[in-house]
């Protein structure tokens, strides 16, 4: 059901909020489960994740399930990874897939095929030609891989969605409606995610990726899907060096200059 571009934004934002309140509030499991190290050592919280793989579930589910579907199923596989993968320092497709090689089976290779098939599903309903089913899926599940490469430091995962989301708000459609959604879900969390008092983890980068996919996948034809599956299957392959341009960015607690 089309809602409006101004009302998916309030929308997942404010179910974002809620969700992070709640959480926080309840703390299910006790709050130590819901505490990680960041990368200066600081404790940081990891309520951002759930709530706004939640607030973006919910809005893309009212503009097309198979959107919701692919959220979903990307930030169950990141929460997987959040939990099986703690302290595995090992980043990228191409070092669990030599993992794999080896005989071993990493949480980062589950997470990886695991999005990958909801990406594909997902695009199998939100396109009608075979060729573009599968580009759909390509970018949908490489969206996720790269919000997740990027999410290196403080607010650069949250911070890139809202920067490649914008643009897609000015699509009219379902497009348009699931970039706000995305967007007005990592805006939600962005300030406290600059401010390391929270992080979004791979749950969330991931369900937030998924959804920027699946926004742009909505609004672009082939030519579209084209450009964009070769911009994510580049940032995959050249994987460490993204992270470490999103490594360099100058931001800092509450967007600050480091």
Excluded: Q
Excluded at 93 to 106: I, Q, S
Excluded at 114 to 130: C, D, I, N, P, Y
Excluded at 165 to 173: I, K, Q, T
Excluded at 174 to 203: K, S
């Amino acid at each position: 059901m089309m809602i409006g571009r101004p009302v998916s934004l309030a929308l997942a934002a404010v179910l974002t909020r809620a969700a992070v309140s709640a959480l926080r509030a309840g703390a299910p499991g006790g709050r130590d489960r819901w505490e990680r190290k960041n990368y200066a050592g600081r404790t940081v919280e990891l309520y951002a994740g759930p709530a706004s793989a939640v607030g973006a579930a919910l809005v893309a589910a009212r503009v097309h399930p198979a959107a919701a579907l692919a959220v979903a199923a990307a930030g169950v596989c990141g929460a997987y990874d959040d939990v099986a993968g703690a302290g595995d320092p090992r980043r990228g497709f191409r070092a669990h897939l030599r993992a794999l090689r080896e005989g071993e089976v990493t949480s980062g290779a589950v997470k990886l095929f695991g999005v990958s098939a909801a990406g594909l599903v997902a695009g199998a309903f939100l396109k009608e030609r075979v060729v573009d089913k599968v580009l759909a899926g390509v970018v949908i599940a490489g969206a996720a891989h790269f919000v997740n490469l990027v999410d290196v430091r403080p607010g650069r995962a949250a911070g890139s969605v809202v920067a490649f989301g914008v643009p897609g708000m000015l699509r009219e459609g379902p497009g348009g409606e699931l970039a706000a959604a995305v967007v007005g879900a990592a805006a939600a969390v962005l300030p406290e995610d600059l401010g390391e008092r929270t992080m979004i983890g791979d749950m969330g980068a991931h369900a937030l990726g998924a959804a920027l996919g699946a926004a742009v996948v909505a609004g672009n034809g082939r030519a579209g899907l084209v450009a964009h599956a070769v911009a994510v299957v580049a940032a995959a392959v050249y994987g460490d060096r993204v992270s470490a341009v999103a490594r360099s960015l100058p931001l800092g607690p509450v967007g600050l200059p480091e």
